[in-house]
């Protein structure tokens, strides 16, 4: 089936450093979400993204959806503590209605 | 954004017994509803699409007797757990498609999450 392959798995920064994450498939997908979860909770959409090289922006948070339509970075500038939790890429491949999930990258900041 | 709710929050049952898990969207109207399960520093698994007024779609591999699934209005799905065991133990979210996003693209918001422990 369709894969989303999320990297990095995990990441260790300093409070203040900007951080990038990025999802690549083989095939070809329609829309990219990028969505983060605290523990215990359900994920929250950041970012959904519709067309081949859409650049949208979220506050300190920044992502793109590749001309290909085969990747999706999220880049976060100047990292601060409430950012910690686990951030999923998602998107809808062409000519599906179920939504594939990255595996997730865990981010953890030292202040 | 969007709102979606789940209830319980957290539920605790005996082995055997039955667990209901309610979802609702709480500002738009979901004609496709999604069950995941999620198990520790795992990502989400896909259980079942549900649409309104119509049977659920079963991923491969979950048992339709088991988890019963029922989107009987635009706002709200249910998940049974028939016979809990202790298995079933998980972290069980709904989601819901919101049809109205730009451009006629759909985009999917997630509720909190219900966590179910199966003594």
């Known amino acids: 089936g369709q894969q989303l392959n999320q990297s990095p798995q995990s990441m260790f920064i300093q409070e203040g450093e900007d951080v990038s994450m990025n999802c690549t498939s083989s095939?070809?997908?329609?829309?990219w979400l990028w969505y983060k979860q605290d523990p215990g909770e359900g994920p929250v959409l950041l970012i959904a993204l519709y067309k081949a090289g859409e650049l949208t922006s979220n506050g300190r948070l920044t992502a793109q959806f590749g001309i290909t339509r085969k990747d999706s970075f999220l880049n976060i500038s100047a990292s601060i503590p409430s950012d910690v939790g686990i951030y999923f890429c998602?998107?809808?491949?062409?000519?599906?209605?179920?939504?594939?999930f990255g595996q997730g990258t865990r981010l953890t900041i030292n202040p | 954004g969007a709102v979606v709710s789940q209830h319980p929050s957290r539920v605790i049952c005996k082995s055997g017994t039955s667990v209901k898990i309610e979802c609702r969207s709480l500002d738009f109207q979901a004609t496709t509803m999604f069950w995941y399960r999620q198990f520790p520093k795992q990502s989400l698994m896909l259980m079942a699409t549900?649409?309104?007024?119509?049977?659920?779609?079963?991923e491969q591999g979950v048992e339709k007797d088991k988890f019963l699934i029922n989107h009987a209005s635009l706002t709200l799905s249910t998940l049974t757990v028939t016979s809990a065991h202790p298995e079933d133990s998980s972290f069980y979210i709904c989601?819901?498609?919101?049809?109205?996003?730009?451009?006629?693209?759909?985009?999917?918001?997630f509720g909190p999450g219900t966590r179910l422990l199966v003594l």
């Open positions: 998602a998107g809808h491949p062409q000519g599906a209605q179920k939504l594939v």
């Open positions: 095939s070809i997908f329609n829309t």
């Open positions: 989601s819901a498609r919101d049809g109205t996003g730009r451009g006629g693209q759909e985009t999917q918001y």
């Open positions: 549900s649409n309104e007024g119509s049977k659920a779609t079963y």
